[in-house]
């Protein structure tokens, strides 16, 4: 099935066979009176779901003046089979997609899965990075099919009825062209190498500065698609090789963890002087070790706007088992630990961190995670935003997508939910 397109057709195959054409077109003087009429087929629906009264309701918000006021208030859509109309649904200016309606006779057909794809390409040409809808239960996995995900909840009464409306957000990434560059910084007097991923448009974009878990790789899937997603929604994505601890050149002693600190800060210095960022939007986020690193560098830095933690590793000081015989055993390598490194490891004030990023900080786990256990990391998280990603690994194995939309959503909504026109 193609997108329906204002001005275009498009055609849904239908489970018995039967092809319906339908037309995607804005709301026309006229149209009001057959608007009322898909309406009313749903309220048989919405009367089982929620009683009479809110049917009523449902009916009185929605005369034939009302809907004539709505289609100047915002983006108003029909989906017409010839001349007739079967479907209809709104974008109001601040991303708030209306109810979507189809007459009763023609659901299941993909007339809905279309007006949401015209509401969101309209969204899209307006500057909007995300798109929301209220809905009731019945409704939400058909949301969840085109790519919202909750982010909230409403309870309404209705007589003697109390009725859960699902807040459902979509992140909506503009048309952009991947544009990965090496780079290199400075730091403690060595060149450091980095993965640029630039957006399309230059101008006061946010950058995201992307850690890799230890003896991990910038490569990575996880982080190869987080910075692809970011990128499409107009990030410049940071990714930088932690010296003696990427995949790459492993190093054969363990590093002190302020090494890594320090090539934090200067990654995040590098990330404020590109060329085109806007310097009061860097954030941070980071897999496994890289997401204690990143916690230890925002617990000093208040520029710091939002972290987003996957799979956060354990407490530093809890590695402590594996230093056995002055060797670190881990993924296969045997790394000599040093009494300088043994002492920043075991030194690391991570709750003090965790405590000073509560508010700032999203985590996305996984579920089962061989290297850190679920009850373990919410203690230790309690508190924070946190989504729990099922039936996947500590790597996110089969969901690096669904991670990624996790964070994209998290920073979207809480810092640049709105592009300026």
């Known amino acids: 099935m193609a997108k329906g397109i204002e001005g275009r057709c498009f055609q849904a195959q239908v489970l018995n066979r ?32 929620c009683g009479k009264a809110v049917a009523d309701d449902l009916m009185e918000c929605n005369s034939l003046r009302r809907l004539r006021e709505k289609s100047r208030e915002s983006f108003f ?63 939400q996995n058909f949301y969840e099919k085109h790519g919202f995900r909750k982010s909230g909840k409403n309870v309404v009464r209705a007589g003697n009825k109390t009725i859960a409306i699902a807040k459902m957000t979509k992140c909506i990434a503009r048309e952009g062209v991947q544009k990965t560059a090496t780079a290199f910084f400075k730091s403690h007097d060595r060149r450091i190498r980095a993965l640029v991923d630039l957006p399309k448009e230059r101008k006061c974009f946010p950058v995201l500065v992307l850690c890799h878990g230890f003896l991990g790789h910038p490569k990575q899937k996880l982080l190869a698609i987080v910075a692809k997603r ?33 090539e934090l800060r200067d990654a995040l210095a590098f990330a ?8 009061k939007r860097v954030f941070l986020a980071g897999h496994s070790y890289g997401a204690n690193v990143c916690l230890l560098v925002a617990r ?43 002492r920043d490891w075991l030194e690391a004030d991570l709750d003090y961190a965790v405590h000073k990023s509560r508010r700032k900080t999203f985590v996305v786990a996984a579920n089962p995670d061989d290297f850190v256990s679920l009850p373990s990391l919410q203690k230790r998280f309690a508190g924070f935003e946190t989504r729990v990603l099922k039936g996947t690994d500590h790597f996110f194995n089969g969901s690096e997508e669904k991670a990624a939309a996790e964070a994209l959503l998290f920073l979207e909504k809480k810092v640049c939910a709105k592009k300026s026109k």
Not at 26 to 39: H, L, T, Y
Not at 309 to 335: I, S, T
């Open 18 to 49: 039967e092809s319906v054409l339908v037309r995607i077109r804005k709301f026309s003087n006229g149209d009001e009176r057959a608007c009322r009429r898909v309406i009313e087929s749903n309220c048989e629906a919405v009367a089982q779901q």
């Open 77 to 139: 859509v029909v989906a017409a089979d010839g001349p007739r109309v079967i479907g209809m649904s709104r974008l109001e200016p601040n991303g708030v997609v209306g109810n979507v309606y189809v007459l009763h006779s023609k659901q299941r057909r993909g007339i809905g899965s279309a007006i949401i794809h015209r509401l969101e390409n309209e969204a899209k040409q307006q500057g909007l990075n995300a798109i929301g809808a209220g809905v009731l239960s019945n409704a």
């Open 230 to 262: 970011f990128c499409q929604a107009g990030f410049a994505v940071i990714r930088f090789f932690f010296t003696n601890a990427n995949a790459e050149k492993p190093g054969k002693n363990v590093p002190p963890v302020h090494w890594h600190e320090q």
């Open 272 to 279: 404020r002087n590109l060329q085109g960022a806007d310097a």
């Open 300 to 342: 000093d830095d208040p520029h710091i706007k939002a972290l987003v933690l996957f799979a956060p590793g354990r407490e530093l000081k809890e590695y402590a088992h594996l230093f056995e015989n002055g060797v670190m055993k881990l993924f296969g390598k045997a790394l000599v630990v040093t009494n300088r490194a043994r």
